[in-house]
Nanobody, 121 residues
Framework: QVQLVESGGGLVQAGGSLRLSCAAS????????RGWYRQAPGKQRELVAT???????NYADSVKGRFTISRDNAKNTVYLQMNSLKPEDTAVYYC???????????????WGQGTQVTVSS
């Protein structure tokens, strides 16, 4: 099994910054694309940013220029640096990872437990 543990959420004023971390552990043979998603109350979960194993990134238009996704493959950890936060960024943030488990090789796609980010105006 593969598990994800997120950290770094909290309460911040508008214009502030937070850094989220998501560490993967377990029977990992490979981790391919990593992603951050968020879900605000009453809304569907939406993509925030993704990063491939090769370092290619993709961002939602609403966070471009403010958020940066990065990964440390040696630590099986992905980060989300969030700057210039806005009240509309308030949501539960979830990380996702997909890849292959240690032999026997099996595909997996797992989610973290979520971390609350609240931005006050």
């Amino acid at each position: 099994q593969v598990q994800l543990v997120e950290s770094g959420g909290g309460l911040v004023q508008a214009g502030g910054s937070l850094r989220l971390s998501c560490a993967a552990s377990g029977s990992i043979f490979s981790i391919n694309t990593r992603g951050w998603y968020r879900q605000a109350p009453g809304k569907q979960r939406e993509l925030v940013a993704t990063i491939t194993s090769g370092g290619n990134t993709n961002y939602a238009d609403s966070v471009k220029g403010r958020f940066t996704i990065s990964r440390d493959n040696a630590k099986n950890t992905v980060y989300l640096q969030m700057n210039s936060l806005k009240p509309e960024d308030t949501a539960v943030y979830y990380c996702n990872a997909g890849g292959l488990t240690s032999p026997p090789l099996r595909l997996y796609s797992v989610w973290g437990q979520g971390t609350q980010v609240t931005v006050s105006s």
